[in-house]
Nanobody, 115 residues
Framework: VQLVESGGGLVQPGGSLRLSCAAS????????MNWYRQTPGKQRELVAG???????NYPDSVKGRFTISRDNAKNTVYLQMNSLKPEDTAVYYC??????????WGQGTQVTVSS
């Protein structure tokens, strides 16, 4: 199983980035796909999730700014991040979850929001 994130980088406050996560080795369409983020010394936190049926969820901290989507034909999940703030700076991880025994992580991609 591989989850490969891309699209991270340095962006100014107020800017946008689009993260991608390409999955292989799993039956992508049945998995709930999530994006998490983590900063040093803090727990990994969920920033967006999308179920196999396309139901999405977001924490209040990103609601209205981040949008998760999936393309089952490409085995890829996306995270569109708009109106970025310095506090969004973190390593962003892609997660594929189906059951306790079927839970996978990508290697992470750095997002830095700074002027």
């Amino acid at each position: 199983v591989q989850l490969v994130e891309s699209g991270g980088g340095l962006v100014q406050p107020g800017g946008s980035l689009r993260l991608s996560c390409a999955a292989s080795g799993i039956r992508f369409s049945i998995y709930t796909m999530n994006w998490y983020r983590q900063t040093p010394g803090k727990q990994r936190e969920l920033v967006a999730g999308i179920t196999r049926d396309g139901i999405t969820n977001y924490p209040d901290s990103v609601k209205g700014r981040f949008t998760i989507s999936r393309d089952n034909a490409k085995n890829t999940v996306y995270l569109q991040m708009n109106s970025l703030k310095p506090e969004d700076t973190a390593v962003y991880y892609c997660n594929a979850h189906y059951s306790l025994g079927s839970n996978y992580w990508g290697q992470g991609t750095q997002v830095t929001v700074s002027s």
